[in-house]
């Protein structure tokens, strides 16, 4: 994947989410709310929920149980979150959003 799009709007860094190998894919994940994104290296059977979890993780989000949040990619919801990320329609450089299951007041 290209270094620049691994870096545009993202942290520093790629975090590392399973064993490196054949069909591995890197990923960013947004979280709107926070206005900031996390680019995340997965293993080829890495779940949704690993990646959700991880993806919190990495961000220091402890507000609020995982079920909380929803994944998107491609604008659609990931309703099986214990698929693999590739199964689930993630290619190399696939952006996903991760956001509130339910809509949070502004204040």
Request: glycine share 10%; hydrophobic share 45%.
């Amino acid at each position: 994947m290209n270094a620049l799009i691994n870096a545009l709007r993202s942290r520093r860094g790629v975090v590392a989410l399973g064993a490196e190998g054949p069909g591995a894919i890197t990923v960013r994940v947004q979280i709107p709310e926070l206005w900031d994104a996390v680019t995340i290296r997965c293993a080829a059977g890495t779940s949704s929920l690993a990646l959700k979890q991880a993806t919190l993780d990495a961000f220091g989000e402890r507000h609020g149980r995982v079920e909380d949040y929803i994944l998107m990619l491609h604008g659609f919801e990931v309703l099986d979150e214990s698929v693999a990320v590739t199964v689930a329609g993630a290619r190399e450089g696939s952006t996903f959003l991760l956001t509130f299951r339910q809509r949070r007041p502004v204040r």
